[in-house]
């Protein structure tokens, strides 16, 4: 098993972006025909999830190592930025702000159920088995998850914040790591099954989804007004504005965050200091303020559609990250994850019960947390491509919050542990 993982069978990134863009042609072009078992397939299964689901069995049976690739790095770095700007390029923020407080309501609940979801966790496996949540100095398991509770508030520069705050050893860190993933991804998938039962979903909170689905249609529409036949020019500046504003955005973040860090140590605490996070933000506002000019109407030639081709991309390189045999290397710490994921999924419910939200409230909330940018537009993509400026306006706020709420997470955990 050991060597399986070391050598994978594919191990030039040129062969395995090969076999991703392969699976990706395979699973769209089924999905594509009119044959009935494909139709009730996928019906069943969503085509974002097997674009999950299939490049991790590459993973788990050996046939490519992840950690030997660099292909998440460049799909997370120079792909997702790209698509921001290309998603967002023909945002209406007016139609936006109509969807109401509801939304904000659920990621704030989200957040909240991480913090709390963490430490009663902790308790809980106290109980039933103390050795799984115990350890001293930097093997505490607390000091541990207290980097998935980064994580699963606002996404990586939040987890490594958490990792320099609390210090956990190397070797528990790689755990946490992949209890993160694993636990984050497998809620993933049932967000993704729950979008086919979406109205049904939408009925049981009594939620009113009007906003939603008139945000999208406005969308659809003005696509449809604006379309024409995509030139090879239409491509050209297309790809010329995402990349180009990624290029810039790399350049300004690769500047400004050690500059943040050396100078402004008080504002680390609000990822200010990683280069990420402006990628993100800068790449974001560049494509909102396009949004205002007539670069708008380049939606009519196909802007999202390229984003959303991106966005795909980056989902199997996220899938390729997943080994569904790990579970099996700590089953305890999965369960420990497993009930704190649970918690956080029973307060999304509830609130979203009690305050009667559509489902793509909830499903977004939670990955505006658990994700951040790297998830939350994909989700709402696959809603409609139209809505991923609403995953990505949520995920900036995850990141602002996440490195108070894991550090809250983390004393609270530290307080409970046996």
């Given at each position: 098993m050991?060597?399986t993982?070391?050598?994978?069978?594919l191990?030039s990134?040129?062969?395995?972006?090969?076999?991703?863009?392969v699976?990706?042609?395979?699973i769209?072009y089924?999905?594509?025909?009119e044959?009935k078992f494909f139709?009730?397939?996928?019906?069943?299964i969503?085509m974002?999830?097997?674009?999950?689901?299939?490049?991790?069995?590459?993973t788990t049976?050996?046939?490519i190592d992840?950690?030997?690739?660099?292909?998440?790095?460049?799909?997370?770095?120079?792909?997702?930025p790209?698509?921001?700007?290309?998603?967002?390029?023909?945002i209406?923020?007016?139609?936006i702000a109509r969807?109401g407080p509801?939304?904000?309501i659920?990621f704030?609940a989200g957040?909240?159920s991480?913090?709390?979801?963490?430490?009663?966790a902790?308790?809980?496996?106290?109980?039933i088995?103390p050795?799984?949540?115990?350890?001293?100095?930097p093997?505490?398991?607390?000091?541990?998850?207290?980097?998935?509770a980064?994580?699963?508030?606002?996404?990586?520069a939040?987890q490594a914040?958490?990792?320099?705050?609390?210090n956990?050893?190397?070797?528990?860190?790689t755990i946490?790591?992949?209890v993160?993933?694993?636990?984050a991804?497998i809620?993933m998938?049932l967000?993704l099954?729950?979008?086919a039962?979406a109205?049904?979903i939408d009925r049981?909170f009594r939620a009113?989804?009007s906003a939603v689905?008139?945000?999208?249609?406005?969308m659809i529409?003005?696509?449809?007004?604006?379309?024409?036949?995509?030139?090879?020019?239409?491509?050209?500046v297309l790809l010329?504005?995402?990349f180009?504003?990624t290029?810039v955005?790399?350049?300004?973040?690769?500047?400004?965050a050690?500059?943040i860090?050396?100078?402004?140590?008080?504002l680390?605490k609000?990822?200010?200091?990683?280069?990420?996070?402006?990628?993100?933000?800068l790449?974001t506002?560049?494509?909102i303020?396009l949004?205002f000019?007539r670069?708008?109407?380049?939606?009519?030639a196909?802007a999202?559609?390229?984003?959303?081709?991106?966005?795909y991309?980056?989902v199997?390189t996220?899938?390729?990250k997943m080994?569904v045999?790990?579970?099996?290397?700590?089953?305890?710490?999965?369960l420990v994850?497993?009930i704190?994921m649970l918690?956080?999924v029973?307060?999304?419910i509830?609130?979203a019960?009690?305050i009667?939200?559509?489902y793509?409230f909830?499903?977004?909330?939670?990955?505006?947390?658990?994700?951040?940018?790297?998830s939350?537009?994909?989700?709402?993509?696959?809603?409609?491509?139209?809505?991923?400026?609403v995953g990505?306006l949520?995920?900036v706020?995850?990141y602002a919050?996440?490195?108070y709420g894991a550090?809250?997470?983390?004393?609270l955990m530290?307080?409970?542990s046996?």
């Open positions: 050991e060597q993982i070391h050598e994978p069978l191990q990134d040129a062969a395995v972006f090969g076999l991703i863009m699976t990706l042609a395979v769209f089924t999905s594509g025909l044959n139709r009730k397939f996928y019906k069943v969503p974002l999830l097997l674009c999950y689901f299939i490049p991790s069995l590459y049976f050996g046939l992840p950690s030997q690739s660099k292909l998440y790095y460049i799909a997370s770095r120079y792909l997702l790209a698509s921001l700007v290309l998603l967002t390029l023909s209406d923020l007016k139609e969807l509801k939304a904000i659920m704030l957040t909240v991480i913090i709390v979801g963490g430490p009663l902790i308790l809980l496996m106290s109980v088995s050795d799984v949540v115990g350890g001293a100095g093997e505490a398991v607390w000091r541990g998850m207290t980097t998935i980064g994580s699963w508030i606002g996404g990586g939040n914040a958490m990792y320099e705050i609390f956990p050893s190397n070797r528990l860190f946490m790591i992949t993160d993933v694993i636990v991804e809620w998938a967000l099954l729950g979008i039962k109205d049904k049981f009113d989804a689905h008139h945000l999208k249609n406005k529409e003005f696509e449809k007004k604006n379309m024409r036949v995509t030139t090879l020019v239409d491509l050209m010329g504005l995402a180009g504003i290029g955005s790399h350049l300004i973040g690769d500047w400004l050690p500059l860090k050396e100078n402004y140590p008080a680390n609000f990822s200010l200091s990683s280069s990420f996070f402006w990628l993100i933000i790449s506002t560049a494509g303020a949004s000019t670069v708008k109407k380049y939606e009519g196909g999202s559609k390229i984003g959303t081709v991106f966005i991309i980056l199997a996220i899938g390729m080994n045999l790990k579970i099996f290397d700590n089953p305890g710490l999965f994850g497993g704190w918690f956080h029973i307060v999304l509830i609130v019960k009690l009667k939200a559509p793509f909830l499903a977004i909330g939670s990955k505006a947390n658990i994700g951040g940018a790297a939350a537009p994909v989700l709402a993509a696959a809603f409609h491509p139209s809505l991923a400026p990505v949520l995920a706020l995850g919050l996440g490195t550090w809250l997470c983390g004393i530290q307080v409970v046996p």
